[in-house]
């Protein structure tokens, strides 16, 4: 057998092999083009009833998020290097911040607040309320259900920036 004929049976596999990836690769793609297209278009802050201030790969902020969408708030998520900036600008003081921050109208929520909390302020209006906290991370509420829920209180801040307590609720375990 002379060397081009066998150079030529050891390519073949290998440009073979090349030929599938491409084809899967590309098959990928377009899966990926198809559900981009066809997902549901990101929602201006102007639109939204709730806009949050989180960062892209934190796990809880986007289980709170689909909580409020699930509830039927139209959210905005504006993904942030850190919340520190919004939360200075919106007055959030610093013994009750946590992961993400959000604006709903000229109030912001902090933490894993309830969404039945969120609509209680947009239909509600409440003129001694310009923030709610959820302080820290506690297990059961919303988008951080888990096993040994707790009972968490939810703070209410006052345009004078007094903090009391707002609601208080019990926690949910994870679903099964």
């Known amino acids: 057998m002379s060397k081009q004929k066998r150079h030529r049976k050891f390519t073949r596999p290998r440009q073979s092999a090349w030929a599938i990836a491409a084809v ?3 098959s990928l793609l377009l899966i990926a083009g198809a559900a981009i ?12 009833d ?3 201030y ?10 709170w998020v689909s ?3 699930d509830s039927g708030l139209v959210v905005s998520v504006q993904n942030v290097r850190s919340t520190r900036e919004i939360q200075q600008a919106v007055g959030v003081p610093d013994e009750l911040r946590a992961c993400h921050t959000a604006t709903v109208g000229d109030r912001w929520v902090e933490g894993h607040v309830p969404a039945d909390l969120i609509y209680r302020l ?6 001694d309320v310009r923030g709610l906290a959820v302080a820290g991370m506690p297990i059961g509420s919303p988008g951080m259900e888990g096993p040994n829920a707790q009972t968490y ?3 209410r801040v006052t345009p004078e920036g007094q903090i009391d307590r ?8 994870s679903r099964p």
């Open 24 to 26: 899967i690769g590309f």
């Open 37 to 48: 297209w066809w997902s549901e278009p990101p929602v201006s802050p102007a639109q939204a």
């Open 50 to 52: 709730v806009v949050v």
């Open 54 to 63: 989180k960062q892209a790969n934190c796990s809880c902020c986007n289980k």
């Open 67 to 69: 909580h409020l969408q």
């Open 122 to 127: 947009l239909n509600e209006d409440p003129d």
């Open 153 to 155: 209180e939810v703070m």
């Open 166 to 173: 707002y609601a208080e609720r019990e926690g949910a375990n």
